[in-house]
């Protein structure tokens, strides 16, 4: 398994801003801020390092989470306390949808999986599997709100990082492509971006695999699920998107930021399998639990 590319020292080699604030403030950096003062080409890395390393003592680079200073084990732009802090998911798990199972079973069974949640059991759902990084609490909450509602569009970069610590193996060699789950285009012109597509696009560099945007749409608006119950999730999501033939007898893997009752994604894998995909994973920065 690739690791995320951090330095023996823990602090990771930065190609660029990466979006972190900068103290003091009006001294705010975004990834094209500064990119003027990096634009000649380095002799080498190293020096590169050296002028990054100088401007953080000067200007020390910020959580855009906790507002800390990065230090060690951080991944840029996240500071290292938080990433720490996030809760990973951990086994035993549901094997399909990947609910943990707090307090079943031993520390020894860590890694095993141990049959269906109820809601699985009952009503299996259309994914062949589902897996996130880990629990949609504390610093995670805090750091997919930042990513999605504060802008902070290279935390991109750690979540992505999240979902192949915890998950990388479920994009085998057979998965033909990522799909993102795609955004009501009205949200996504208030918004200015997709945050699913620019997590799909940092697996996709990552893990070496095709991102396919347009191989999924949405047919018709939908109201925001955040107020609705489970039911009316489901009722709010149904036949609301659709699938190109391009999918058929392929193996794809749905791409979304959150898992909460798991009405979109399941509704986007339905769209999917109509039309004619193979298989259909799904993998999330975050789960509801
Ligand atoms: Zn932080
Ligand atoms: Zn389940």
Request: charged share 20%.
């Amino acid at each position: 398994m690739k690791s995320e590319p951090v330095t023996e020292s823990g602090i990771e080699p930065r190609p660029g801003f990466h979006g972190c604030v900068r103290a003091p403030p009006g001294a705010r950096a975004s990834a094209g801020g500064l990119g003027g003062l990096a634009s000649p080409p380095m002799k080498s890395d190293t020096a590169r390092a050296w002028v990054l390393a100088a401007i953080d003592l000067v200007f020390p680079a910020l959580c855009p989470v906790c507002s800390a200073a990065l230090g060690a084990g951080r991944r840029d732009p996240l500071c290292g306390a938080c990433w720490r802090a996030i809760e990973r998911v951990r086994a035993p798990l549901c094997e399909l949808c990947g609910l943990p199972f707090p307090g079943f079973g031993t520390p020894a069974d860590e890694g095993t999986l141990v049959g269906r949640c109820q809601a699985c059991a009952t009503a299996p759902p259309p994914f062949a599997w589902a897996r996130a990084g880990g629990i949609y609490a504390g610093a995670l909450r805090d750091a997919i709100h930042a990513f999605k509602f504060g802008g902070k569009q290279p935390l991109a970069r750690p979540l992505a990082g999240l979902v192949l610590e915890q998950a990388r193996a479920w994009l085998s060699a057979g998965v033909a492509a990522l799909v993102p789950v795609p955004l009501a285009p009205a949200r996504e012109r208030e918004r200015g971006f997709n945050q699913a597509l620019l997590l799909a696009e940092r697996l996709g560099a990552e893990a070496g695999v095709a991102v396919r945007p347009r191989w999924l749409r949405r047919t018709r608006p939908t109201a925001p699920q955040a107020d609705l119950t489970a039911v009316e999730r489901s009722r709010n999501v149904r036949g609301a998107f659709a699938a190109t033939p391009a999918v058929r007898g392929l193996e794809v893997v749905l791409v979304d930021d959150v898992f909460t009752t798991g009405a979109t994604v399941a509704e986007c894998v339905r769209a999917l399998r109509a039309a004619g995909a193979r298989r259909v994973g799904v993998l999330t920065v975050a789960r509801v639990v």
